[in-house]
């Protein structure tokens, strides 16, 4: 027994008798590799009522659940979700997805506003060059000061005004920085080589800031209008569907243990008796969505995010999802033979049966080895039509300009190591080089 729902069941005949003919999706793969291990066929109904099944008030179950309890069927070939009340009725004999409520919406782009062009001046790179001009200006101020080669203490006329006052070196940095032309060039060559240094450092942060910016401003701003269950449950705006039969209520409503999702189901529970909108399938649910921005479907995340590939232009999956553990197939309880089909051993299940330790390790195999993982690639790859190019925005952070920083320190330690050579020359070089000149000239002079 199956229900149509990507990627498990993709498309199908549907005879007079609901019988499914034609059938393809990942359920029908596996069946096939289970006929094939086990030597058994099988046919494909679809569901009296159209529904997965669920428990009513009178106790009587809708649905597949129904089915399977009339003998209408002997297996539910589609995933469903793992329940108390399924469970007390049926035995589940295969893990095959993960299980997760997800919500999907249509697509929704941010408008721009009117300072979005001020958005461009993130504060990491702006910091760090502010910083590292800071710097640059105080330290070049103090070579001036300390190097007995700079104009000031050279006392070179019209030119020592401008290392002997810091807003000079603040000025020239400042110009520096922003490609301007320099009043003056610093003599000193600590100060020349820290100079171009930072000219080298804000040419690597500008490009890096340009690519930020470029990519800031061709990103797509989408914007989730709902983020979580709990502002879908206490949103005016939007409409929670849910597909009949399916188990996404009923999780929350026996969720016992976490009374968030009791809350939930409450708040939810009662804006859909408010705007009551027959959803009987997946496809159903999702072309409400696609008809109105404000309706939002509930339901399976690997469904959910399996049509979403297929329409990226115009659904969205909301991150945020609730864990409601595996999608499995279901047999009856009287059912001898689906102990030796389990993919995974229980101890509900006969296990010192010899067949079983056979059968059962061969089919766990399926999902071990990754054969589910392959055929839902399989589907995957066939049917994702669209490609998703959202650019997600990563703006520059303080690792990312932690090149800088070390092309400041390397600046840092080039300088002061300059400078010291510089002090060193002076005091000692070059009354060494004078005594040695004045030597050599004096000898060749006698000569």
């Not at 409450?266 to 027959?278: D, F, G, L, S, V």
Request: proline share 4%; net charge positive.
């Amino acid at each position: 027994m199956e229900l149509k729902e990507m990627p498990y069941i993709i498309d199908y005949n549907v005879t007079v008798e609901g019988e499914l003919v034609n059938a393809t999706g990942m359920m029908v793969d596996i069946l096939d590799l289970m006929a094939k291990k086990f030597v058994f066929r099988y046919r494909l109904w679809t569901p009296s009522d159209g529904h997965y099944g669920i428990l009513l008030e009178n106790g009587s179950w809708t649905g597949l659940i129904k089915d399977l309890l009339n003998k209408r069927i002997d297996i539910i070939g589609s995933c469903l979700s793992r329940t108390a009340n399924r469970s007390s009725v049926a035995k589940y004999i295969g893990q095959i997805d993960i299980d997760q409520i997800a919500m999907l919406l249509s697509s929704s782009t941010a408008k721009g506003t009117v300072f979005d062009i001020l958005k461009v001046f993130q504060p990491v790179p702006l910091i760090t060059l502010a910083g590292i001009s800071l710097l640059t200006s105080i330290l070049a101020f103090v070579f001036n000061r300390v190097s007995p080669y700079s104009s000031r203490n050279r006392k070179i006329p019209s030119l020592e005004v401008y290392d002997s006052r810091y807003p000079d070196n603040i000025s020239m940095i400042m110009k520096a920085g922003l490609s301007q032309n320099l009043a003056f060039f610093p003599r000193a060559p600590c100060t020349r080589l820290l100079l171009i240094s930072y000219l080298l450092m804000v040419f690597f942060l500008f490009m890096a800031w340009k690519a930020d910016v470029t990519a800031f401003l061709t990103r797509n701003k989408v914007q989730y209008a709902i983020n979580s269950f709990e502002e879908l449950a206490a949103s005016k705006t939007f409409n929670p569907l849910v597909v009949q039969g399916n188990a996404v209520l009923g999780f929350l409503k026996d969720a016992i243990m976490n009374p968030t999702y009791l809350k939930l189901y409450e708040e939810i529970n009662a804006r859909i008796k408010q705007n009551p909108i027959t959803i009987r399938s997946t496809d159903e649910g999702v072309q409400q969505v696609l008809k109105n921005p404000y309706n939002v479907l509930l339901g399976s995340y690997p469904v959910l995010r399996f049509i979403r590939q297929m329409r990226c232009k115009e659904l969205v999956v909301i991150p945020s999802t609730i864990d409601h553990g595996q999608k499995t197939m279901m047999v009856r309880k009287d059912s001898e033979w689906a102990e030796n089909m389990d993919v995974f051993r229980s101890f509900q299940f006969r296990i010192n049966s010899p067949t079983f330790l056979v059968m059962s390790s061969s089919l766990r195999k399926l999902k071990e080895t990754g054969v589910v993982s392959r055929i839902r690639g399989k589907w995957s790859n066939r049917m994702h039509t669209c490609m998703d190019d959202d650019k997600i925005y990563q703006p520059l952070t303080l690792r990312g300009c932690s090149a800088v920083f070390v092309m400041f320190v390397a600046a840092l330690g080039m300088s002061f190591g300059a400078l010291i050579c510089e002090i060193i020359w002076h005091y000692y070089g070059q009354p060494l080089w004078i005594y040695i000149w004045t030597l050599i000239h004096h000898a060749a002079s006698t000569k």
